[in-house]
C-alpha cells in the first residue's frame, strides 16, 4: 500500500527556521516525483515545488522560488521542506504527495502537516 | 494566483446532475496539457478523482466525469449525494510556471 505519512503539527515564532518531512512507503521512492502543496487557512490549494529524489532534480512554482527549499535524502525515502525564516503569512497546511511527472497528477497524499507561525 | 478559474460554488438536490467549469488559457489547458480533478471533504487531504481528463481512479464511483475542450474542462457529478459535499479543483500543467497550477477551487453544496 502507497503511504506518504508527514511530520506532526508545528508552531514557531516568526524568524525561526523550519523543517517538514514526507516519508514515502509501499513502492520505489527514487521512482516517482513528491510534489508540495500549501493550503492557507480557508483558501485553495497552491502547488509550491516538485523534487524527484532518483536525482534530486527540483523545480519551484516562481511564487515560492527562493522562499523555501525542497530536499530529499533517498536512503531513507523521505522529502523536506524547509524555511530558513518564517513569516507570519506561512501559516497554512502543507501537503506532500507523489507526482508521477511534473505534468500529471498527484495521485497519493501525505496527511498534511500544519504549520503555524505566530509572535 | 490561480492560473485555472473555477466557479466558487454550485448547488443541487440529491439525485440532480451538477458541472464545475475550470477555464485556463493557451499556456495550459489550450496547450494540450491534461487536466486532472481532486476532491476535498472538510478538514481532510486533497483525493484524485480525474486523471489525463476523463480516467477515474479505482475506487471512484462513475457518477463523476470528466471533459476537456479547447482552453476549458468540467466535472460533472450526477446522482449527486450528501456525501459529495466538499470543495473540487482542478489541476493541469503550465508552460508559464514550468509546473503545476490549480483552479481556485468549486463549493458543492448538496440543498
Known amino acids: 500500500e502507497v503511504q506518504l505519512v508527514q511530520s506532526g503539527a508545528e508552531v514557531k515564532k516568526p524568524g525561526e527556521s523550519l523543517k517538514i518531512s514526507c516519508k514515502g512507503s509501499?513502492?520505489?521512492?527514487?521512482?516517482?516525483?513528491i510534489g508540495w502543496v500549501r493550503q492557507m487557512p480557508g483558501k485553495g490549494l497552491e502547488w509550491m515545488g516538485i523534487i524527484y529524489p532518483g536525482d534530486s532534480d527540483t523545480r519551484y512554482s516562481p511564487s515560492f522560488q527562493g522562499q523555501v527549499t525542497i530536499s530529499a535524502d533517498k536512503s531513507i525515502s523521505t522529502a523536506y521542506l524547509q524555511w530558513s525564516s518564517l513569516k507570519a503569512s506561512d501559516t497554512a497546511m502543507y501537503y506532500c504527495?507523489?507526482?508521477?511527472?511534473?505534468?500529471?497528477?498527484?495521485?497519493?497524499w501525505g496527511q498534511g502537516t500544519l504549520v503555524t507561525v505566530s509572535s | 494566483q490561480s492560473v485555472l478559474t473555477q466557479p466558487p460554488s454550485v448547488s443541487g438536490a440529491p439525485g440532480q446532475r451538477v458541472t464545475i467549469s475550470c477555464t485556463g488559457s493557451?499556456?495550459?489547458?489550450?496547450?494540450?496539457?491534461?487536466v486532472h480533478w481532486y476532491q476535498q471533504l472538510p478538514g481532510t487531504a486533497p483525493k484524485l478523482l480525474i486523471y489525463g481528463n476523463s480516467n477515474r481512479p479505482s475506487g471512484v464511483p462513475d457518477r463523476f466525469s470528466g471533459s476537456k475542450s479547447g482552453t476549458s474542462a468540467s466535472l460533472a457529478i450526477t446522482g449527486l449525494q450528501a456525501e459529495d459535499e466538499a470543495d473540487y479543483y482542478c489541476?493541469?500543467?503550465?508552460?508559464?510556471?514550468?509546473?503545476?497550477?490549480f483552479g481556485t477551487g468549486t463549493k458543492v453544496t448538496v440543498l
Open positions: 504527495a507523489r507526482q508521477g511527472g511534473i505534468q500529471l497528477w498527484l495521485s497519493y
Open positions: 493557451s499556456s495550459n489547458i489550450g496547450a494540450g496539457y491534461d
Open positions: 509501499g513502492y520505489s521512492f527514487t521512482s516517482y516525483w
Open positions: 489541476q493541469s500543467y503550465d508552460s508559464s510556471l514550468s509546473g503545476s497550477g
